[in-house]
Nanobody, 119 residues
Framework: QEQLVESGGGLVQAGGSLRLSCSAS????????MGWYRQAPGKQREEIAT???????KYADSVKGRFTISRDGEKNTVYLQMNNLKPEETAVYYC?????????????WGRGTQVTVSS
């Protein structure tokens, strides 16, 4: 049974930064693609950033230049560094995993961590 656990969410003022972490319990983390998603109240779920098992990254246009996704294979952890946060980015942030490693079909999901950006 694969499990993903997010952490690092919280309250931050506009313009501030947060670093989210996602710890994976699966033994095959190194060959998974990993992604970060968010869902704001009344909005559809949005893909924010992904990283393949080979380290290829992709970002939503809305976060390019401000967010960075990275992974640490030794710690079975993926990170999302978020800078210059905006109030409209208040949402529940989810970690997801694609066991194929390509970053196209995300099968495993964490339960989310709340990020609130105040003005």
């Amino acid at each position: 049974q694969e499990q993903l656990v997010e952490s690092g969410g919280g309250l931050v003022q506009a313009g501030g930064s947060l670093r989210l972490s996602c710890s994976a319990s699966g033994s095959a983390f190194s060959i998974w693609a990993m992604g970060w998603y968010r869902q704001a109240p009344g909005k559809q779920r949005e893909e924010i950033a992904t990283i393949t098992s080979g380290g290829i990254t992709k970002y939503a246009d809305s976060v390019k230049g401000r967010f960075t996704i990275s992974r640490d294979g030794e710690k079975n952890t993926v990170y999302l560094q978020m800078n210059n946060l905006k109030p409209e980015e208040t949402a529940v942030y989810y970690c997801a995993a694609d066991p194929t490693g390509w970053g196209r079909v995300y099968e495993y999901w964490g339960r989310g961590t709340q990020v609130t950006v105040s003005s």
